[in-house]
């Protein structure tokens, strides 16, 4: 029997976004079997472009609430499955071809697909900050949308599985000011504090470098009875970067320490605790921390983190510390290690001949003469 060909309807939601939006569409318009798209209130050229690529166009009234809007979206939606994404979304060529195979081959009994999310890229075009979302979800589920601001889609129940397909989120425009008056509404119509609405607030404060009024909040956050693990992992480490700032090095360390009340510790904050050593010229100490990251085997959860940290930096760390200790030999290693993510980096080509020449003298003058 032949399965039933999966199709997907593409929602988004839109607000002035004639920057990014043609380029975000040329990515996935050949792999989308509809386009739904709701503006909320452009006065640029948004809704022009947005008709060359669908007549499925409408227009929401705003009311400061990211859901509702992305609700909107996914009620016009008639296929069997729902992507949705960010005008200022792109999918590369390789993640094009990792969807279309997804497409392919997904069974209908998915509920719905985690994919990555690329916040951040380097000089080449790797990959430096990830999360991952809740990407792609079956329409008849009637999955929704919550939360005004910072948003989620709630899955209570369902088969969900993980995809390599990833979205790069390229920003454009910054909507700092738009998220706070939303916010400082929010905070104002609820009446309290509390929750993942601190959370927002604290992040809001740290955005903005208010460093002594975020670490308030996420220490008000930190002491409520309970919460979203990774949020909870996410505070510690803000917490202990607006230590960092306020110049209390101590408070830092035991924040990075407090995340692992609530994991088993991962390799950032592995690689973030190792640093605090490392600062410290404490070699053997940083060591093992930058050991312990290369215990971990790859990204898991939702909240966002550095990817250096779970490939080549807890080598470059590990070569600094191996090469301070007089371990030549483990430093070449290490930094041979990290040059097979990075081939082309200067620094540790640098770094690999002055290392090898170095253990050639030091063999040469440890021969015994005849």
């Not at 599985?161 to 910054?174: F, K, L, P, Q």
């Not at 100490?285 to 807890?314: I, N």
Request: proline share 4%; net charge negative.
């Amino acid at each position: 029997m032949t399965k039933p060909p999966v199709t997907i309807s593409l929602c988004m939601i839109v607000k002035n976004e004639e920057q990014t939006l043609a380029r975000c569409l040329d990515s996935v318009v050949d792999l989308m079997d509809e386009i739904i798209i709701v503006d909320t209130g452009s006065t640029d050229q948004t809704k022009t472009i947005a008709a060359r690529y669908t007549d499925r166009l409408y227009t929401f009234d705003w009311n400061d609430d990211f859901a509702a809007a992305r609700n909107e979206s996914f009620d016009k939606a008639t296929c069997s499955y729902i992507l949705w994404l960010d005008a200022d979304d792109v999918l590369l060529e390789p993640d094009r071809e990792r969807l279309r195979s997804l497409k392919r081959h997904l069974s209908t009994d998915i509920d719905a697909v985690v994919m990555p999310l690329h916040l951040a890229e380097g000089g080449q075009g790797e990959p430096l900050f990830t999360s991952r979302r809740i990407r792609l979800v079956k329409r008849e589920r009637q999955y929704r949308w919550t939360g005004r601001l910072h948003e989620d889609l709630v899955i209570p129940e369902g088969r969900i599985v993980h995809s390599d397909a990833a979205v790069t989120h390229r920003r454009v425009e910054d909507h700092t000011l738009c998220n706070q008056r939303i916010l400082a509404r929010w905070i104002s119509e609820s009446g309290k504090l509390e929750g993942r609405l601190l959370y927002f607030y604290a992040n809001e404060c740290f955005d903005r470098k208010e460093y002594a009024e975020a670490a308030e909040a996420f220490n008000r956050l930190l002491g409520e009875p309970s919460g979203y693990r990774e949020d909870r992992i996410t505070a510690c480490v803000r917490l202990a970067e607006c230590y960092l700032h306020l110049g209390e090095p101590e408070q830092q360390l035991d924040s990075l320490l407090r995340s692992f009340r609530y994991d088993v510790p991962q390799a950032d904050l592995c690689c973030m605790v190792g640093d605090w050593f490392f600062t410290r010229k404490e070699w053997s100490t940083a060591t093992y921390w930058y050991e312990k990251a290369l215990e971990q085997r790859g990204v898991s959860g939702f909240r966002a983190v550095p990817l250096p940290c779970y490939s080549w930096l807890p080598h470059v760390r590990l070569s600094h510390c191996c090469a301070n200790l007089g371990k030549l030999d483990a430093s070449y290693e290490h930094n041979q290690k990290a040059l097979r993510y990075l081939p082309k980096d200067p620094h540790l080509l640098d770094n690999e001949r002055k290392l090898r020449k170095a253990i050639q003298n030091l063999s040469s003058s440890v021969r015994p003469s005849k």
